[in-house]
């Protein structure tokens, strides 16, 4: 593991934050007040992607560390290469920071930068997607396991941050999906793997294919999330909830494209993992219309806030709830909306109720 150290930041280290709060709250809170709000609360994110998550610097010093060639000739213009441009350009973007990770110590590394920059959001639990369909045959098993979970404990004792991950099957590589259930079964023995996922691209790659892995899942109790309703229709959430046994759905905006699978969501409750921004880079929703998050909440829909894939695209879970603020949502609207990622998380019931005590005080004061 690094020697590396990083400085605590504190919540006054965002951009644009008020570093105090006001002795009186205004009558009618502006978005920017409800934001800075929000930014200090303790807070829940659920869908994030470890390797996406990880910013431009810590992909130029594995690189250097590695001999992996950039694109790019100083970090500099590594950092201008590594804003979100389109999405071949982001696809690019994921390969690259997926590539450089070749040892044990990067992923404790990379874990450990991930846990700092969550803190510096305020937030105090993640579950963090890991994309093991590019990993799973990279590193020897149980060295991998180790290195994540090694990166885990050191960023929770110095950031504070508990996080738990969920290995990734991409539905583009479906011949991996055997080897990412093996290991996630093995990883689900250790305290910090929580569950099996599907991401990737959904076009091409229905549920179908993917329907004894993830019956074979539950029956390993692992718990079960599926990305779907993204860039595909209403179909591919009904598939993911009843053909693979998704307890949450990644994305899930085109639920709103079927009456019918809006009710059964709404009288299921099943929690719907919305990230504004990247909705808004990869133009799953037009730039400059209101997101459709505010139509799924109106519906009933139990739904939670998240970041996706941070700095490539340019946003932090602070960012989306800001975006959210300026779009309309009241302080109690968004508060509300974290508790949900407690409601929606996959630890157990006492967890979440220690989880929900720290984050209510909190949210009750403002």
Request: charged share 25%; proline share 5%; net charge negative.
């Amino acid at each position: 593991m690094s020697n590396i150290s990083f400085r605590m930041a504190t919540i006054d280290d965002a951009d644009g934050i008020p570093s105090q709060t006001p002795q009186s709250e205004p009558s009618v809170m502006s978005p920017h007040y409800t934001a800075g709000l929000m930014h200090r609360i303790p807070k829940v994110e659920i869908h994030v992607h470890l390797e996406g998550a990880t910013d431009a610097e810590t992909v130029w010093v594995m690189a250097q560390r590695n001999g992996v060639a950039l694109p790019a000739s100083s970090l500099k213009n590594w950092k201008d290469h590594y804003r979100f441009r389109d999405f071949e350009h982001f696809i690019e973007i994921y390969g690259i920071a997926t590539s450089v990770m070749r040892k044990p110590e990067d992923w404790s590394f990379l874990v450990e930068r991930f846990l700092y920059g969550q803190a510096r959001q305020n937030i105090v639990y993640t579950e963090a997607f890991l994309s093991a369909s590019y990993q799973v045959n990279n590193l020897p098993e149980d060295e991998w396991i180790d290195a994540i979970a090694e990166g885990a404990a050191i960023g929770e004792r110095q950031h504070g941050v508990k996080v738990r991950f969920i290995p990734d099957i991409s539905r583009h590589l479906p011949d991996t999906q055997e080897d990412v259930l093996q290991f996630a079964t093995e990883a689900g023995k250790r305290e910090y793997f929580i569950g099996l996922g599907l991401g990737g691209i959904e076009a091409g790659f229905p549920a179908d294919l993917f329907v004894e892995t993830f019956r074979e899942a539950k029956r390993r109790g692992l718990r079960i999330v599926a990305h779907a309703g993204e860039t595909t229709g209403a179909q591919t959430i009904r598939d993911a909830v009843h053909k693979l046994g998704a307890e949450r759905i990644g994305h899930g905006i085109r639920c709103l494209e079927n009456a019918s699978l809006l009710d059964e969501l709404r009288v299921l409750q099943v929690p719907m993992e919305v990230c504004p921004t990247s909705n808004y880079g990869l133009g799953v929703v037009a730039t400059g219309k209101p997101h459709p998050l505010r139509q799924m909440v109106d519906a009933g829909l139990l739904c939670t806030v998240n970041s996706d894939d941070p700095p490539m695209f340019g946003t932090t879970l602070s960012d989306e709830y800001s975006l959210l603020a300026h779009q309309g949502f009241t302080l109690q609207q968004l508060q509300q909306l974290n508790l949900n990622a407690v409601e929606a998380c996959f630890l157990p019931d006492e967890q979440k109720v220690a989880l929900r005590s720290r984050i209510e005080p909190a949210q009750s004061d403002k």
